[in-house]
């Protein structure tokens, strides 16, 4: 649980409840732009891996800007929510430069590729950077505890 815990003293002033629901408010919209950003790259690497026209549709090219702004946002205000930040605390800066790592991943997968081979491997490497920043967002660690 975060430093702004769900679970408060009965005796926790109004403004505290307030900060306390609005960083539940924002890490349920972070959490929920986390899912529905992998969901929708899985589905268009799998359009990409059958070169199907339905990556041209224009709610496909819209849309995950849409929910990747929206979880940056959520996360710049979490951060301030939490007193923590990329470049002073190193699980922040680690996310950040893994996000900038599946970005470009994502963008060679899905677009900039020159080819088949290039496109799955930069599909699958921005899968597996995706799954190491949920890692490192529900330990608070750069390097996880097994390595
Ligand atoms: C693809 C990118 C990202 C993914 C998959 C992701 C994933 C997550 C997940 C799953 C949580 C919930 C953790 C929990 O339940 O304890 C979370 C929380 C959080 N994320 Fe992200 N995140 C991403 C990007 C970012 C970025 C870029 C930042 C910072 C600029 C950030 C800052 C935070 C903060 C501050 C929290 C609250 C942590 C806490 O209170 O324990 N996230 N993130």
């Given amino acids: 649980m975060g430093a702004a815990s769900a679970r408060l003293p009965a005796a926790a002033s109004p403004v ?12 349920t919209i ?19 891996l059958q070169d199907s026209p339905r990556l041209q549709q224009r709610w496909v090219k ?11 946002t959520s996360a710049i205000l979490l951060t ?3 007193g923590q930040y990329p470049g002073v605390n ?17 963008t060679l997968a899905i677009k900039r590729g ?13 899968i597996l950077v995706f799954a190491y920043i949920v890692s490192v967002a529900l330990t608070r660690q750069p390097v996880p505890d097994w390595i």
């Fill in 16 to 27: 505290i409840r307030a900060l306390n629901l609005l960083y539940l408010a924002l890490k």
């Fill in 30 to 48: 972070h959490v929920s732009c986390v899912v529905m950003t992998i969901s929708l790259f899985l589905v268009r690497g799998f359009w990409m």
């Fill in 62 to 72: 819209i849309l995950p800007h849409v929910i990747d702004a929206t979880l940056l």
């Fill in 80 to 82: 301030f929510q939490i």
């Fill in 90 to 106: 190193g699980w922040l800066t680690a996310k950040v430069t893994a996000l900038l790592l599946y970005i470009g991943l994502g």
């Fill in 114 to 126: 020159r080819s088949k081979r290039v496109k799955v491997a930069a599909w699958l490497g921005a």
